[in-house]
């Protein structure tokens, strides 16, 4: 009788991704002029949000995936919020050939991540005495994209000048 779950020998060599734990590393918000800062405002705050990923090996086929979100709302001594989110996860990556690792550590892994960040940013905007703040969905297939081409660049670019 077949196994109703999908289990099996076949199913032993099948690729899998699995989100092991996820959890904050660091976390900061400041509302450095509050109360000032919580009045009506003159005109919509300028913010700027800045994502980076970090990749950590911690074991064969177990990797920490960090998602940094920074982001400010305002501007110099006008700045409404500023906060900074280290959010970040243990993934397991089984029976994936090595050329595709990379592309799911830096794409699906903080895809995965994305959504929890996002709302802890939301809450503590809120909880700041804002309006929540809820970041557009980010596509990390093509910030992986530009930079594998800003690698490419740099190497072509690095390459001649090694030989002049």
Known sequence: ?????????????????????????????????????????????????????????VADTDYEVELLLEGTA???????????????GLFRLLNIPEKDKHPIIMIECPRLLFPFARQIVADAVRAG?????????IDFAGLYRRRVDEMAAKQGQSAPSATA
Do not use: C
């Open 1 to 57: 009788m077949a196994d109703a779950n999908g289990g099996g020998a076949a199913d032993a060599n099948a690729p899998a991704l699995n989100a092991m734990v996820q959890y904050t590393k660091d976390f900061s918000f400041e509302n450095p002029n509050a109360p000032r800062s919580l009045g009506p405002q003159s005109k919509p705050p300028n913010i700027a949000i800045q994502v980076n990923v970090n990749v950590k090996q």
């Open 74 to 88: 305002g501007e110099a001594a006008d700045t409404l919020f500023k906060f900074e989110l280290n959010y970040a």
């Open 129 to 137: 005495g804002f309006p929540p703040l809820y970041i557009d969905p």
